[in-house]
């Protein structure tokens, strides 16, 4: 594209909240650029594994949903921002089985497990390569509209009032603008000497410079560690493996085998219950002189691994450990960035004009985020935020 492009919004980040809101804006009108710091497949949602939660089971409700988000949170997340967020779960589902996600099925509906923090089964998942699925529908959904343009290995440099964005080579200019640009994580890690779960892109550059234009942040500083990081074989060293694996039957046990936390806890209890441990000396270690507990595995039924943890189970196996088998080695890893820029129920940040969604934004989880609410975080305020952004 020529520099000097015009159009009506510009989103930042090609994860599922930037394709989400791409696609809203898109459907509502609005002339669309989407500009990524790498490829457009480039994100951390491709990456999440385990499922998307959404109160669609009979014995389940959008008020329990917030309720369990709430108390996950520690009573620290938005309560208006989680009423949304658990409000119109259902209806991203469906909007996103339009798009062609086809969610695990079993018995004449959908499979739905209990992840951490959650007093329901309300999890629906893709086998377990969930975010995969969502994003690869967002991603045709966007490359199939007229109006939507991409801007492929175009970081975001330089922004300015009335909207004008330097991203790579080019200059665009917008009307409005969305932040979706994920977290931090790969960065802190790399700065602490730590393992991470994240993409190489997510290095924060997007939220410095929505602060240096006045936005507002909360808990920025609240970094989430996944409880269940791959510590071996070496291969699965940073690997996220999934909370399903609890969901169906997976338990952490210490070095004698003995169980030492509520394995479907929330995820930073059971996270600081896994670090306490091994400094009592009750952890193992890796043959390369890692940390680790075990997660056994074994008792994970055939049936459960073929249907939700299949892509897990086949990474095992390539790397000589069969985890329906014998017990596997895990430890905490750099996950997630709870915290974020401040925004309003239409994902507008305190700058007007100016709207973020998905993990660059702050107050839905709190300090503290229930695993399968970020993807349907993406989805929920992605969408508001195209939307709003096309109206404004």
Partial sequence: MAKGAAFDVLVIGSGASGLAAAVSAGRAGARVAVATKGSIQSCNSAKAQGGIQAAVGEDDSPEVHADDVWRSSHETANRELVEVLTSEA????????????????????????????ASRKRLLQVGDRTGHAITKALREAAESSPNITFFPNAPLQELAGAWEARCGEHTIHASTVVLAAGGRCYAEAAERGELSTNHPGATGEATRVALDLGAESRDLDALQYHPNGGAWPPTMQGYSIP????????????????????????????????????????????????????????????????????YMVRRYRAGGIDPLAEKIMTYPVLHYQNGGLVIDRDAQTTVEGLYACGEIAGGTHGRNRMMGNSLLECVVFGRRAGRAAARH
């Fill in 243 to 310: 909370e399903t694996t609890r969901a169906y039957g997976a338990v952490l046990l210490n070095a004698e085998e003995e169980e030492f936390t509520d394995s479907l806890g929330p995820r930073d209890v059971v996270a600081q219950a896994i670090v306490d441990e091994v400094a009592k000396g009750k952890g193992v270690e890796t043959p390369d002189g890692r940390p680790a507990v075990w997660l056994d595995t074994t008792r994970i039924s055939a049936h459960d691994a073929e249907l939700s943890l299949p």
């Fill in 90 to 117: 259902p209806s991203a589902i469906h909007w996103l089985e339009e798009l062609g996600v086809e969610f695990t099925k079993e018995n004449g509906g959908y499979r739905l497990a209990r992840c951490g923090g």
